[in-house]
């Protein structure tokens, strides 16, 4: 597919007088939960009609035999940011964005990490510069919090979300990111006071590194050795504590990238008794396994990231998490380390897994990867593709209605799908600065061969259409859970009512 410029003149012979910017044509639209076979306009930044035989427009698009969906929302990436074990990514903001829009992403929200010792407002100024400069698509942040001091937490983190940055990622994990859970505590009441939205690391630190500390001193150092430090029981045991901790304040909290079974299980039985809780996964949960970690030499480090991948049940009980509505988003966790000795291999060949750079790179495939394996392979409709990808993002990260959704009066943001299109997968294809993808060689169908935000071509004919720094910061409303979580039982509302009533003065 081609999009090309078409200046057919208006009547007077001016290009402005023509009603529509752009349309695309005869698509196969995915539109707020409907399919329509027809065109879709857009003026200025926004969709401006969808409909059967739009009329002329500056540029056409023909969409014949393509879907037309939203653009993906990745609300789980870390660009341009320095990790918990205090590595750089390789990825700057151009690279990462550019990277998420050829893979049909048009939003993200990357982090601001705060480490210890550092004060939120610089923080925040910091991202916000490097962003601005470079990123090529629209984007949001969260704050990573490590400095729960007092300063933070009066003033400058309430101040923050008050600004349109209405999510907080805490860890349970990493010497030198976790929270404590009375600090967690902390953080979950001034997210209820504040209505903010809390994304949870869980796993229990001192589970992995006692198991780390003895697989190590046994000589088990090789990569796979990460999957047996990091069990399933680990991320088990801090995701019950941090539901136990939701519950305790009545607070939404989100856990991120779940890997393991037994921790659906978990969040699905939490959600049942009413707990305020919401979930994601990623692309490497569905699939990578524990197994590939096990590749020789050091090349199982291309797979390592934490939580790791698992095993076969596991894959399934996260495809059917996402089916069922128990993980309302697929996120990426793009965290890009080269695999030499500036990420993955700090100490060449010497690297044990505990030296690792944890994380490995999405941004590109998350999109293609489901629309291959989960949409065109028939585990889930088209509309269950575009909530995961890009509606609920919208709606729990307050961008609804104006990102996320084919509508009118939605910001354009658009990708065009040919799902005939075969790909091998190449790291070097991609356009990400990390140099391998842990799906090196698979097979995928399907691609957003045309991608647009906010009405801006931003790939098209395979190249990249705009300027570095054109993308917009998007400050953001408060989250909204509506249709994401099952509505609360009496009995949880009620319980909870009597303890913030009797301990905080709350309700
Ligand atoms: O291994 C991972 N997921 N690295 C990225 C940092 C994080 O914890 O999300
Ligand atoms: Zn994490
Ligand atoms: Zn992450």
Same mark, same amino acid.
């Given at each position: 597919m081609t999009a090309h410029p078409e200046t057919t003149p208006g009547p007077n012979g001016l290009n402005s007088d023509l009603p529509f910017d752009l349309v695309i044509r005869n698509g196969r639209i995915v539109a707020d939960g409907q399919v329509v076979d027809g065109d879709l306009a857009v003026r200025g930044e926004c969709i401006a009609a969808i409909g059967p035989e739009l009329g002329p427009a500056v540029r056409d698009i023909d969409a014949a035999g393509r879907w037309v969906l939203p653009g993906g929302i990745d609300s789980h990436c870390h660009i341009e940011q320095l990790?918990?074990?205090?590595?750089?990514?390789?990825?700057?903001?151009?690279? %990462?964005?550019? =990277? %998420? %829009?050829?893979?049909?992403?048009? *939003?993200?929200? $990357?982090? /601001?990490?705060?480490?210890?010792?550092? /004060?939120?407002?610089?923080?925040?100024?910091?991202?916000?510069?490097r962003a601005a400069e470079k990123a090529v698509i629209d984007y949001g942040f969260h704050v990573i919090l490590a400095n729960p001091d007092a300063q933070t937490l009066a *003033?400058?983190?309430?101040?923050?979300?008050?600004?349109?940055?209405?999510?907080?990622?805490?860890?349970? *994990?990493?010497?030198?990111?976790?929270?404590?859970?009375?600090?967690?505590?902390?953080? &979950?009441?001034?997210?209820?006071?504040?209505?903010?939205?809390?994304? +949870?690391h869980a796993e229990n630190n001192d589970m992995i590194k006692w198991l780390a500390q003895r697989l190590i001193e046994r000589g088990h150092s090789a990569p796979r050795f990460h999957a047996v430090a990091h069990d399933p029981l680990a991320e088990a045991e801090a995701t019950n504590r941090a539901i136990a901790m939701s519950r305790l304040l009545d607070v939404p909290i989100l856990i991120v990238h779940v890997a393991g079974g037994e921790t659906v299980e978990l969040i699905r039985h939490a959600q049942k008794l009413g707990a305020q809780v919401l979930a994601e996964s990623c692309p490497q949960y569905l699939f990578l396994k524990a197994e590939d970690l096990d590749r020789p030499g050091m090349e199982g480090?291309?797979?390592?990231?934490?939580? $790791? $991948?698992?095993?076969?049940?596991? !894959? #399934?009980a996260i495809w059917q998490g996402l089916l069922d509505g128990t993980?309302? *988003?697929?996120?990426?966790?793009?965290? @890009?380390?080269?695999?030499? #000795?500036?990420?993955? &291999? @700090?100490?060449?060949?010497?690297?044990?897994?505990?030296?690792? %750079?944890?994380?490995?790179?999405?941004?590109?495939?998350?999109? @293609?990867?489901?629309?291959?394996?989960?949409?065109?392979?028939?585990?889930?409709d088209i509309h269950q593709f575009v909530a995961l990808t890009a509606g609920n993002h919208a709606r729990l990260y307050g961008l609804a209605p104006r990102k996320g959704m084919l509508a009118v009066g939605a910001d354009a943001d658009i990708a065009i799908w040919n799902a005939e299109r075969q790909t091998v997968i190449r790291a070097a294809d991609?356009?990400?600065?990390?140099?391998?993808? @842990?799906?090196?060689?698979?097979? +995928?169908?399907?691609? $957003?061969?045309?991608?647009?935000?906010?009405?801006?071509?931003?790939? =098209?004919?395979?190249? &990249? !259409?705009?300027?570095?720094?054109?993308?917009?910061?998007?400050?953001r409303s408060a989250p909204s859970h509506a249709g994401l979580m099952a509505p609360r039982s009496d009995a949880a509302v009620r319980r909870q009512g009597t303890v913030l009533k009797a301990l905080l003065g709350i309700g």
């Open positions: 990790s918990g074990m205090g590595v750089m990514g390789a990825d700057d903001f151009h690279s %990462a964005t550019v =990277s %998420a %829009a050829f893979g049909g992403t048009t *939003t993200v929200i $990357p982090f /601001a990490a705060q480490h210890r010792g550092n /004060a939120l407002p610089d923080v925040l100024r910091d991202y916000a510069a *003033t400058d983190l309430p101040a923050a979300i008050r600004a349109g940055i209405t999510s907080i990622k805490v860890y349970m *994990t990493y010497d030198r990111m976790k929270l404590d859970d009375y600090q967690l505590l902390d953080v &979950l009441a001034l997210a209820r006071e504040e209505q903010a939205l809390v994304m +949870i480090a291309k797979f390592c990231c934490s939580p $790791p $991948p698992r095993d076969e049940a596991s !894959q #399934e993980l309302a *988003t697929y996120s990426s966790d793009h965290a @890009p380390y080269r695999f030499d #000795e500036t990420g993955k &291999l @700090p100490k060449g060949d010497l690297t044990t897994f505990k030296d690792m %750079a944890n994380g490995v790179p999405g941004l590109e495939l998350r999109l @293609p990867l489901l629309f291959s394996e989960g949409f065109l392979k028939g585990r889930m991609l356009h990400d600065r990390v140099g391998y993808t @842990p799906y090196e060689g698979r097979t +995928i169908q399907g691609w $957003p061969e045309v991608v647009i935000n906010r009405g801006r071509i931003v790939v =098209s004919d395979g190249a &990249l !259409q705009v300027a570095r720094g054109s993308g917009r910061y998007l400050p």
